[in-house]
């Protein structure tokens, strides 16, 4: 199982990204997938996840209104729309996958992990 991410880069304040994440020799439809991030010195922490159907969302408080997860289970592919982003956005960005959403939400070990994307907000 592959889980490649991509689209990190540099923004400024207020500035906008969006995240892939392609899964490879994955049934990605039977999976919740969500979205974590690492600053640095910091812990891993929960961003946002979604559904195998993509009705269930759930995000962090620290992101709700800004961010918003999406999937395309025909391309196996899971998104993460970044708008208004903010200095303490910055970190590495990892792409999971788990068996449900709400194990997702809830801090269950997911089954996977795709490598990180690095996001750099300046200020």
């Known amino acids: 199982v592959q889980l490649q991410a991509s689209g990190g880069g540099l923004v400024q304040a207020g500035g906008s990204l969006r995240l892939s994440c392609a899964a490879s020799?994955?049934?990605?439809?039977?999976?919740?997938m969500g979205w974590f991030r690492q600053a640095l010195g910091k812990q891993r922490e929960f961003v946002a996840a979604?559904?195998?159907?993509?009705?269930?969302?759930y995000y962090a408080d620290s992101v709700k209104g800004r961010f918003t997860i999406s999937r395309d289970n025909a391309k196996n592919t899971v998104y993460l729309q970044m708008n208004s982003l903010k200095p303490e956005d910055t970190a590495v960005y990892y792409c999971?996958?788990?068996?449900?959403?709400?194990?997702?939400?809830?801090?269950?070990?997911?089954?996977?992990w795709g490598q990180g994307t690095l996001v750099t907000v300046s200020s």
């Open positions: 979604i559904s195998w159907s993509g009705v269930a969302k």
């Open positions: 999971a996958a788990g068996d449900s959403v709400s194990s997702l939400r809830d801090g269950t070990a997911p089954d996977y």
């Open positions: 020799e994955l049934t990605f439809s039977n999976y919740g």
